[in-house]
């Protein structure tokens, strides 16, 4: 099975029904009155101004969200959707996939943190790799490191690493160092392995670079991770 199926927290989804049914108040009353939403590099704090944000980009904007892809950690969870609606769409990719990132505490949203999605193609990924990809593309070290088994090993053009701090650490240094972008392409399974393959650009020769990551996974968890040419 590709994806594991999340039971949305209640006002996770209250949060989306209420957008794709023209609900403001709903929508609203999801918030908590502290809560804070980040959006297209900007802040919104409060209610006050999370519901003049969510009036303008989502109501008026007509925003239609499909979900696609749900990860959860011990953090936040993270909802991946496609959008569509009356908004502006100039320099945006087509389709738009979205990264809806939750914190919630008890029946309340606390904070929202919405981004481009790496996985803009909404490939279906298991959970222990989709959350890789998502700590990868925030930078999150802790994140990171919990999907790796506690020997997991990582090969990377040769060279091994073990353990998940080791690994996190590795990973994440090389992503800031050549500001690198990933584009999920493709999942299959192949050999009891699980083969993402991506597309990665960034500030080194030869951006943008197909890749093959060979996911061995056990019991919920990276056990090892060879990243090769695509097609290797």
């Not at 709903?26 to 297209?40: G, K, M, N, R, Y």
């Not at 996939?97 to 949203?109: A, E, M, N, Q, S």
């Not at 050549?178 to 393959?197: H, P």
């Amino acid at each position: 099975m590709i994806n594991n199926i999340i039971q949305l927290p209640q006002p996770v989804e209250k949060h989306f029904h209420a957008i794709n049914t023209d609900d403001p108040a709903t929508f609203l009353s999801t918030f908590a009155e502290d809560a804070v939403v980040f959006d297209a590099g900007k802040e919104y704090h409060g209610k006050t101004a999370i519901k003049e944000w969510s009036d303008h980009d989502y109501f008026e904007a007509r925003l239609r969200l499909k979900i696609t892809n749900v990860v959860q950690n011990a953090k936040e969870i993270v909802v991946t959707a496609k959008a569509d609606g009356n908004y502006d769409k100039t320099g945006l990719p087509d389709p738009l996939y979205l990264d809806f990132h939750f914190t919630v505490d008890g029946d309340k949203i606390t904070c929202l943190r919405n981004v481009l999605s790496s996985n803009s193609r909404a490939v279906p990924l298991p959970q222990p790799i989709a959350t890789y990809y998502h700590a990868s593309d925030i930078f999150d070290e802790d994140l990171l490191a919990s999907c790796f088994a506690e020997d997991a090993i990582l090969v990377d053009v040769g060279k091994e690493f073990l353990g998940p701090e080791v690994i996190s650490k590795f990973i994440l240094k090389a992503n800031r160092d050549a500001a690198c972008k990933t584009e999920i392409t493709n999942c299959m399974e192949e050999n009891d392995q699980m083969v993402v393959t991506a597309t990665i650009s960034g500030n080194f020769n030869g951006s943008p670079l197909p890749l093959d990551f060979h996911f061995t996974l056990n019991n919920g968890k990276i056990k090892a991770l060879n990243i090769v040419l695509a097609g290797q």
